[in-house]
């Protein structure tokens, strides 16, 4: 039997903004599997933040609006909890790292009351109990001189370092789910490559599930075990990471692909995918992706694709795939 940790049923997350209100997810649905790592790739704006902060409910109330869906987390629907009870998930339960360490760092507070904060709000544990408990989670994440770090300020640290705290922090109540967002845009590759090393350790010594959200298809391949490909606030395309490199089926996807810089050599132009991801407000009624598609046929204007298996664990939205299928093209 399948052990899924988290199952999200038909998310839809809005936003009220001058001239109406737009589904910035519309209608997400997917499993996680205990222990493994789920990449959620995507332009700018696809949806990918708003679907972690959808999960995490941290959608800004003002102006934005879970609509519909589930959130089970273990079997439970985390959008009936009572915020109180949502507070003990977060962080405790589940955790989540943003995409620039240093702005989500507190400057003002050292590193070590940063950490011992969570520990004593979400298990009480302080004094001497939380001075070990943070050094434990400073070495843990691979920092060296933890013991004068606790007394340091974000600023008197680099970038890959703060992003080390951040992890620290986020693993501090061993979560059983962790949703990195961007987690090494910020960081030059060196780092970058020594974060997600450390994600993935951590991972395994944890026995964690992992949603890492990027637009970078080199830090999908590097943690991820499953990859869902996100694009004006749905998902197009589903499958596990060899499956989605070796046989990308979405015109979005292969253009993903194809505009990859590590495939070109020194000075040959770039590829990459004509057009911009649409504005909200400026969705059609069919695929969203019609615009910029090279594919596109006079039904991707007028109907939207369903999200289809096509083979075990192999999840597509195209009509063009359909036809195909069909023996139509
Ligand atoms: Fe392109 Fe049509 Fe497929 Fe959309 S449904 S990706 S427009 S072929």
């Known amino acids: 039997m399948e052990d899924n940790i988290l199952e999200v049923r038909d998310l839809t997350t809005s936003f009220k903004v001058s001239g109406g209100k737009f589904k910035a997810v519309d209608g997400v649905s997917f499993k996680l599997k205990r222990g493994k ?5 995507g332009e700018s704006g696809c949806g990918k933040s708003v679907t972690a902060m959808s999960i995490m ?3 800004e109330k003002q102006n934005g609006l879970i609509e519909n869906g589930e959130v089970l987390f273990e079997g439970i629907n985390l959008l009936d ?19 620039e360490p240093m702005i989500s760092l507190n400057p003002v507070i050292k590193i070590g009351n940063q950490i011992g904060e969570i520990l004593k709000v ?5 004094g ?3 001075k070990k408990r943070v050094i434990e989670m400073l070495k843990l994440v691979g920092i060296k001189r933890e013991e004068e770090i606790i007394n340091e300020y974000p600023h008197q640290l680099s970038g ?19 949703i990195a967002d961007e987690p090494t845009t910020a960081l030059d590759v060196t780092v970058q490559a020594q974060v997600l090393d450390l994600i993935n350790d951590i991972k395994d010594k944890l026995n964690m599930s992992v949603i890492v959200i990027t637009h970078d298809l080199g830090v999908i391949c590097e943690v991820s075990d499953e990859v869902m490909v996100m694009y004006a606030g749905n998902v197009v395309e589903k499958a596990p990471v060899e499956e989605i490199f070796d046989n990308p089926i979405h015109p979005y996807t292969m253009g993903l692909m194809n505009s990859r810089p590590e495939d070109f050599k020194k000075g ?7 057009g911009k991801v649409p504005k909200l407000s400026e969705l059609s009624e069919g695929c969203k992706f019609v615009n910029r598609c ?17 083979k075990s664990g192999h999840d597509v939205s195209c009509f063009k795939y359909d036809l195909e299928e069909e023996g139509k093209l």
């Not at 909890?81 to 995409?99: A, Y």
């Not at 040959?268 to 004509?274: D, G, S, V």
């Open 37 to 41: 790592v789920l990449g959620i790739v």
């Open 57 to 59: 409910r941290l959608i």
């Open 81 to 99: 909890l009572k915020e109180l009870d949502m507070n003990r998930v977060r962080g405790n339960e589940i955790s989540m790292i943003f995409q």
């Open 122 to 126: 979400h298990r009480n544990i302080t």
């Open 128 to 130: 001497a109990q939380n």
């Open 160 to 178: 890959g370092m703060c992003q080390r705290v951040m992890i620290a922090m986020a693993l501090c109540c061993t979560p059983k789910l962790l």
């Open 268 to 274: 040959e132009p770039l590829k990459c995918i004509k």
């Open 294 to 310: 090279d594919y596109a046929m006079d039904i991707c204007k007028r109907c939207k694709p369903q999200l289809k298996t096509i």
